[in-house]
């Protein structure tokens, strides 16, 4: 063993290697793993921040960076399961508000294809187009800055009531999202005054967007057509759809420095490591995110 691996760590981290030792009855090689883990962690991570005060995401970067080094899987698998104890330690001991970690496995470190997003010129010039006069119009313009300013599903958007829209705190409830999830979501400023303007000539009550004709709530493919239309006006690639109006929200709230579990609560997510997919939008995925984490410019 190196004069480095016996050194002391952070009080914490020792206290839980001493927990380990005392009550958890570990043995001696586990215990240097562990210690070796956790090292090793500090050191790949190069943040002044404690381990236990970081990010899902912090987290995610880290493992990539260990992956594209050739670290196996089983190794990761290791690495997670020692920082996942720690961190339930942590958070036991009331030294952090959550473990991080706690259900994420293996799989969710996995390389993904980041979902199509919209650049912010593309989504100016998508705005844009979905000006006009009059109550279809306006639905049609609605309907693209809500699936954009609030991430819905396109099921959700269509199942919309007028009673969802909370006016004394400018939020939507959803209330039929997937997986019996309802949640609610903060209305930019400015989009909640457009509503506002609509639902005067809309109505007070029943679904939120109805057909032109004969009035009946919006389906997917009326959707699908609302969104495709604005885009050919737009003059931009063919291939968006609702859904990519929804990944483009995560994006640009990602870029943002939003926190993922904020973006997952927004998104209606099971949990932060499914927004994870999104990480993409960070600046060099790898060494180069990670060397940027501390250190007082964190948001």
């Avoid at 960076?65 to 720690?86: D, I, P, V």
Wanted: contains cysteine; glycine residues 8%; proline residues 5%.
């Amino acid at each position: 063993m190196t004069a480095s691996n016996q050194s002391p760590m952070d009080p914490l981290i020792e206290g839980y290697l001493s927990y380990l030792d005392k009550v958890g009855r570990r043995t001696p090689r586990t215990i240097i793993d562990v210690r070796c883990t956790l090292r090793r962690a500090v050191s790949g991570l190069r943040s002044d921040i404690p381990l236990w005060r970081l990010r899902l995401e912090h987290y995610l970067h880290w493992l990539e960076a260990e992956r594209s080094a050739g670290c196996t899987e089983t190794s990761l698998a290791k690495y997670l399961s020692h920082l996942r104890g720690f961190l339930d330690y942590a958070w036991r001991s009331g030294s952090s508000e959550r473990n991080v970690l706690d259900g994420f496995t293996l799989k969710h470190a996995l390389p993904r294809t980041p979902p199509s997003s919209l650049s912010l010129d593309e989504a100016e010039k998508l705005v844009k187009a979905t000006s006009g006069t009059g109550l279809t119009a306006r639905r049609d313009r609605l309907v693209v800055l809500m699936l954009y300013g609030c991430g819905l599903r396109t099921d959700e958007l269509c199942a919309l009531d007028v009673a969802a829209i909370n006016r004394e705190r400018h939020e939507l409830l959803v209330l039929r999202a997937k997986g019996d999830r309802p949640r609610s979501i903060p209305i930019p400023e400015a989009l909640y005054t457009e509503l506002l303007a609509y639902l005067l000539e809309h109505g007070k009550r029943g679904s939120l967007f109805r057909t032109s004709t004969r009035g009946r709530r919006l389906r997917s493919h009326d959707v699908c057509h609302i969104v495709r239309e604005a885009v050919t006006r737009a003059g931009l690639r063919p291939d968006i759809t609702p859904r990519t109006l929804r990944h483009s929200f995560a994006t640009h709230l990602m870029d943002r420095g939003v926190d993922l579990a904020v973006i997952a609560s927004l998104m209606g997510h099971r949990s932060p490591q499914e927004t994870g997919v999104y990480l993409h939008v960070l600046p060099g995925r790898t060494e180069a995110a990670v060397q940027t984490l501390p250190i007082g410019d964190l948001p």
